[in-house]
């Protein structure tokens, strides 16, 4: 997988600054996944982990509310706080737990509609 680049900043320093191969952040709008090459965005950072994949090293990181700017020179994140581990934060893993299940029904509805949607339009192909 090719590399982009990734700064993670806080008010009082620069937490990361390195390439990843993946990336993955809590947003406002669920959780979203970036490789390079991402279409250029901005958006807004809601309150949990970001995960930076790069081969086999998976690197779990932990945020405050921010931003992010996704660029043709990589992925900018400015969150409020950044830590190591979720209780530097205030935050429990039952919280990630919670958060992970909701996600996990979530995308299964949504694989449930598609295919029911796909059946729908093979069915009306084959009787026309």
Not at 104 to 109: A, S
Not at 115 to 121: E, F, H, N
């Amino acid at each position: 997988m090719s590399a982009f680049f990734l700064r993670i900043a806080t008010p009082e320093k620069m937490f990361y600054s390195g390439s990843a191969e993946y990336l993955s952040v809590d947003t406002t709008d669920g959780r979203v996944g970036f490789l390079r090459g991402a279409i250029p965005q901005i958006a807004v950072l809601s309150r949990g982990r970001i995960e930076i994949t790069n081969g086999d090293v998976k690197t779990v990181l932990y945020n405050a509310d921010g931003m992010l700017k996704v660029g043709s020179d990589g992925v900018d994140i400015i969150a409020s706080a950044c830590a190591d581990n979720a209780d530097a934060l205030g935050m429990t893993d039952d919280e990630f737990a919670a958060r992970d299940e909701r996600e996990d029904h979530d995308l299964r509805m949504v694989k449930a509609r598609i295919v029911t949607s796909i059946r729908k339009l093979r069915d009306k192909a084959d009787g026309e």
